[in-house]
């Protein structure tokens, strides 16, 4: 607990519903901690009805900034005075910096998961990526992925609200970005099957794999999974999917959740504080290294 908060420290929120279950606050709290710098973090239960005000109050208070989470990524765009082009293309914000009454949107989930891919060693510059998913985690790994200069993007969802909703964001990243972007039906397995035949990186930002659907996968025939394929998922809990222990047995290299989680909190630091997250600090204080 600190106990020299004075005056002087500038407040970061949190603005979801629900929130209490997040981590964020305490790996916020405990990166401020370590750097020593004068930030804290608090979660506040905001939920759709209750967002205009509470950015009216983030104004009023002049917090530093605040992070958003469900169900306020998208509504929020439209009290924000600035949008990155992440956002202006995925139309979700996860992050709000306040520079002197000035609110720009951020989405730092997309810049999370390829700073994990980074820090794994794995360059993904005309590279090809297959995403499984089309909710909020698949759209923002599209764009960023698409903005850093991947190649080719295969996306796979069922035919949903999600399917609905990526085809224009696919659009607009086709049309402004030199990446192809293209979605299938996950039904369509032999599709999946050549998709994945000539991806670098495979990801699942689908909940299948976590509860209720743990011990489940989107991909059920190992042999789909090459040896030099990384297999990534966005989920963190459990540590271990079934998609990844399947790619393991492969013998592919397997990324989990954690990092991109703990990369795009880093970016949020980054943007509101200038200061580079102390990343092996946080994965031990927190546990992440079992
Ligand atoms: P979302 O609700 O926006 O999207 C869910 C996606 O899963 C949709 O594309 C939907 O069609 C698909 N889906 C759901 N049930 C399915 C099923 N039975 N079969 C096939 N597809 C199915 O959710 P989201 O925010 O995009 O989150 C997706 C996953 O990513 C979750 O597991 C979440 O915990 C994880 N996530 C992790 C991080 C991180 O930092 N590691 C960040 C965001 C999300």
New binding site residues.
């Given amino acids: 607990m600190r106990s020299n908060i004075d005056g002087h420290f500038l407040l970061i929120g949190l603005m979801a519903y629900p929130i209490r279950h997040s981590l964020s606050p305490q790996m916020q709290n405990t990166i401020y901690s370590k750097l020593n710098i004068p930030f804290i973090y608090l979660a506040f239960e905001v939920d759709q009805p209750k967002l205009a005000d509470a950015i009216k109050g983030l104004r009023a208070l002049g917090l530093r900034g605040s992070a958003i989470s469900?169900p306020n990524k998208q509504l929020v765009c439209q009290y924000l005075d600035k949008l990155t082009p992440a956002v202006e293309m995925s139309g979700a914000c996860n992050t709000i910096s306040n520079d002197n009454g000035v609110l720009t949107g951020y989405n730092t989930?997309g810049i999370?998961y390829m700073r994990m891919l980074a820090e794994a060693g794995i360059n993904m510059l005309d590279k090809k990526i297959t995403i499984l998913?089309?909710?909020?985690?698949?759209t923002a790994i599209a764009v960023q992925a698409a903005l850093d200069g991947v190649k080719e993007i295969a996306i796979f969802?069922?035919k949903?609200e999600?399917?609905k909703k990526i085809e224009s964001v696919i659009k607009k990243l086709n049309e402004q970005t030199k990446c192809k972007v293209h979605i299938t039906d996950?039904a369509d397995e032999n599709e999946l099957r050549r998709q994945i035949a000539d991806s670098d990186v495979l990801c699942n930002?689908?909940?299948?794999g976590?509860k209720p659907?743990e011990g489940q996968s989107?991909i059920t025939d190992p042999t789909i999974l090459r040896s030099d394929l990384v297999v990534t998922d966005?989920?963190?809990s459990p540590r271990k999917t079934k998609l990844l222990e399947m790619a393991e047995q492969q013998g592919c290299k397997t990324l989990n959740?954690?990092g991109?989680?703990l990369w795009?909190g880093a970016a949020q630091i980054k943007i509101w504080t200038g200061e580079d997250a102390p990343i092996d600090y946080v994965k031990e204080q927190m546990g992440f290294n079992d």
């Fill in positions: 469900m989930d999370g998913g089309a909710g909020g985690a698949a969802n069922q949903d999600c399917y996950l930002a689908t909940g299948v976590m659907l989107l966005c989920i963190y959740g954690i991109m989680m795009q």
